[in-house]
DNA sequence: TAAACTTTGTTCATTAAATAGACAAACAAA
DNA sequence: TTTGTTTGTCTATTTAATGAACAAAGTTTA
């Protein structure tokens, strides 16, 4: 049955008008929202009131006049309530604790290896409890909480498999439900760093943007046309497993030649331990340590790393001529190496000489660099709170 | 500005399902109607009674009770207006005639080689006059005209560029809309496939779909969240030029190894010629004279369509891991050589044993054929019209 | 300094459209 | 014939936006 039209649905839009002027443009008087949203004055004022009682926005005394009567200044109260946004990796696990506006209020990271399901759990709920007790008094509080997983996430929130941790059916969200009474979203971990560099980015906002996750695999989140792409069961992003090479290398997904085995943290790791790279203790390699040998002027890492960037530019073009997205942001642990990806990748990028496409692409590489998922889960979040919020407000 | 909420949006959107229930489940009466959609019987009444002023839709005598007052039964007025929708191909032009239920009235079909612009735009006027020369009378005539080109549309209807017919800048909405005050509409037509397999495919509707356009070249229209992407500038679905092959033949487009080498009609010709299969006037073969020889059981032939098969689907499975689609059609002219390429193709999608994504992947083989492109185009005009005429009644 | 004009924000009567409920008409089954 | 059901219309009510009036609080001009 679809939402049919009515004055509540009316009221909702209206409100939602409202607040988003007072959160893109604040400081902002009443008769400015009333004038660029195209709402009459009287209508602006009473939903204003009501947002003040909902305690979402705030008056901040005068602003200036040009001519007539001083504005009321009204404010988003972005410490009305606060939101977790957690990131978790195959090794390690960051939390933060952001407030409405998205600013980082509190932040925990810890690193483990090869850890059960039930004790990353563990460490999941005590990451979580550490960042509520970390959150100021409020008038909602923690308002919810969101789990980005390297992983398919379907749309109930259940892990239907992350490889890398060996998970497979895990019903995270309702595990998360029964223990805090809060709203849980679990996302896909490159979704939520596309969501992130979305909003908080510090580019311009752009309707349709890939965020390529170059972390130990290789994901897509895809924005278009202003919203998150899920995928009809959310496998939307598997993304590493696209051939660019049909003869190549045998993946184990059966294809072979997948754009993972040629431009992840993973495929740089192996090729590293077959060059015969180890520490000195015979442990495998990392990348932070190749990281250090190629500032190093190591040539040989130098060139590994080229070697992924130019794979990596291929399938970036693959994907700019599928959606022809104004942005594509390169995100997660790659970003690491871009000192040496970038010259490779924006030559390769210019390859492509048919005219289309490349002259309005932008290719940047987070800024937020491993924060872009937990913030866009935290966004996630604080974006549903303040939605239904407008909702439930009772009129008096 | 955003569109703010008020009562006219209200009405817009229950009228607009109030049409849409009896566009799908018509004959139908106003109690169903009501029950269905969640509105209010008086409400139905008074948006029913403005569609018949309207002339959108009809009553047609009484139904069948089940222990009380009969219903009246309503009908879509598919007789209501007509739609022009047509399909620029490289050397051909088909257009046709359908009623509002999207049926078709009147078919035309033309062949050229290599005609000029204005030739082929004098063709196209001659088509259209034809066309709406057959439309039956009607209390809104014809509602407009719908064109899918091979190449990349923009936002404003003007042609930027289509290789294969040798345009450049094009700006095709203005030069119809000068000699035709009717609304016009220019789409890729490969998008305009996919809008077409999704209203009148036989298979049932599917939120996110890839329709395949496999033809001289090989473009696709992506349904994705129940409503067509066009990507940034419309450059969306060039496709053709995602590399699965990163060290294979050079293309015009700067890459190697594109897929359109490989899996449209242009390559398997290529490979044709080769061979040294041509016609007994040593005439360049064409795909129709490669199905006969196939059905003939031409080993040499059928091998051929069997290597574009694997490509094509080493192409599909890239698609799937992107987007994860309820359904993928493959369309236009390749879909002749179906039969060989159907087994390969089936058989390299089982190739990906990851487990997921698979086993609810319908592919299907357009029912439409050739026609998916102007039905889909006339389509996008009667919804342009249905919707816009919502708005527009006048209330007595 | 007073008068004139501007801008802001609230209030109130009006209007549009959905809704609940009453009602008559039309029908089937007991 | 009676009873109960379904359909479609009509009316009073409710919700929320709108236009206009207005007071308050400014700035600019004479």
């Given at each position: 049955?679809?939402?049919?039209?009515?004055?509540?649905?009316?009221?909702?839009?209206?409100?939602?008008?409202?607040?988003?002027?007072?959160?893109?443009?604040?400081?902002?008087?009443?008769?400015?929202?009333?004038?660029?949203?195209g709402?009459?004055?009287?209508?602006?004022?009473?939903?204003?009131?009501?947002?003040?009682?909902?305690?979402?926005?705030?008056?901040?005394?005068?602003?200036?006049?040009?001519?007539?009567?001083?504005?009321?200044?009204?404010?988003?109260?972005?410490?009305?309530?606060?939101?977790?946004?957690?990131?978790?990796?195959?090794?390690?696990?960051?939390?933060?604790?952001?407030?409405?506006?998205?600013?980082?209020?509190?932040?925990?990271?810890?690193?483990?290896?090869?850890?059960?399901?039930e004790?990353?759990i563990d460490?999941m709920?005590?990451?979580?409890r550490?960042?509520?007790?970390?959150?100021?008094?409020?008038?909602?509080?923690?308002?919810?909480?969101?789990?980005?997983?390297?992983?398919?996430?379907?749309?109930?929130?259940?892990?239907?498999?992350?490889?890398?941790?060996?998970?497979?059916?895990?019903?995270?969200?309702?595990?998360?439900?029964?223990?805090f009474?809060?709203?849980?979203?679990?996302?896909?971990?490159?979704?939520?760093?596309?969501?992130?560099?979305?909003?908080?980015?510090?580019?311009?906002?752009?309707?349709?943007?890939?965020?390529?996750?170059?972390?130990?695999?290789?994901?897509?989140?895809?924005?278009?046309?202003?919203?998150?792409?899920?995928?009809?069961?959310?496998?939307?992003?598997?993304?590493?497993?696209?051939?660019?090479?049909?003869?190549?290398?045998?993946?184990?997904?059966?294809?072979?030649?997948?754009?993972?085995?040629?431009?992840?943290?993973?495929?740089?790791?192996?090729?590293?331990?077959?060059?015969?790279?180890?520490?000195?203790?015979?442990?495998?390699?990392?990348?932070?340590?190749?990281?250090?040998?190629?500032?190093?002027?190591?040539s040989?890492?130098?060139?590994?790393?080229?070697?992924?960037?130019?794979?990596?530019?291929?399938?970036?073009?693959?994907?700019?001529?599928?959606?022809?997205?104004?942005?594509?942001?390169?995100?997660?642990?790659?970003?690491?190496?871009?000192?040496?990806?970038?010259?490779?990748?924006?030559?390769?990028?210019?390859?492509?000489?048919?005219?289309?496409?490349?002259?309005?692409?932008?290719?940047?590489?987070?800024?937020?660099s491993?924060?872009?998922?937990?913030?866009?889960?935290?966004?996630?979040?604080?974006?549903?709170?303040?939605?239904?919020?407008?909702?439930?407000?009772?009129?008096?």
């Open positions: 049955m679809p939402e049919t039209g009515n004055q509540k649905l009316v009221k909702k839009i209206n409100k939602s008008i409202v607040l988003r002027m007072i959160r893109n443009h604040a400081p902002i008087s009443r008769a400015a929202i009333s004038q660029k949203a709402l009459n004055r009287g209508t602006v004022s009473s939903l204003v009131s009501e947002l003040l009682d909902d305690k979402l926005i705030s008056e901040s005394g005068m602003g200036e006049s040009r001519g007539g009567r001083k504005p009321v200044i009204l404010l988003f109260n972005h410490r009305a309530g606060y939101s977790i946004g957690i990131d978790l990796g195959v090794n390690y696990m960051l939390g933060i604790l952001t407030d409405l506006k998205g600013q980082i209020v509190e932040k925990q990271k810890i690193s483990f290896h090869q850890l059960s399901l004790a990353i460490k709920k005590d990451m979580i550490n960042l509520s007790a970390a959150a100021p008094d409020s008038p909602n509080g923690i308002v919810g909480i969101g789990v980005g997983v390297p992983g398919i996430v379907d749309h109930d929130g259940n892990v239907l498999l992350a490889p890398n941790l060996g998970w497979n059916n895990v019903p995270l969200k309702e595990i998360l439900e029964r223990e009474s809060l709203p849980i979203l679990i996302e896909n971990e490159a979704n939520a760093g596309a969501y992130g560099v979305k909003l908080y980015g510090t580019e311009e906002i752009r309707e349709n943007l890939i965020y390529i996750s170059a972390g130990i695999g290789v994901g897509a989140g895809l924005i278009l046309n202003d919203s998150l792409y899920r995928g009809t069961k959310g496998y939307s992003g598997e993304i590493g497993h696209m051939v660019i090479d049909v003869d190549g290398k045998q993946c184990r997904c059966g294809r072979k030649g997948c754009w993972e085995l040629y431009a992840s943290e993973q495929a740089i790791l192996e090729e590293a331990r077959s060059l015969g790279l180890e520490t000195s203790k015979s442990q495998p390699i990392t990348l932070e340590q190749l990281v250090e040998h190629a500032e190093n002027g190591d040989k890492v130098i060139s590994l790393f080229e070697h992924a960037g130019k794979y990596l530019a291929e399938g970036i073009l693959n994907l700019v001529n599928t959606f022809n997205p104004e942005q594509v942001i390169i995100g997660n642990r790659l970003v690491m190496a871009r000192k040496w990806l970038e010259p490779v990748i924006t030559e390769r990028l210019q390859a492509q000489t048919m005219g289309f496409n490349q002259e309005d692409i932008h290719v940047t590489y987070s800024q937020l491993t924060h872009a998922s937990p913030m866009g889960m935290a966004a996630f979040i604080t974006q549903r709170f303040l939605e239904n919020g407008l909702e439930q407000t009772v009129t008096n």
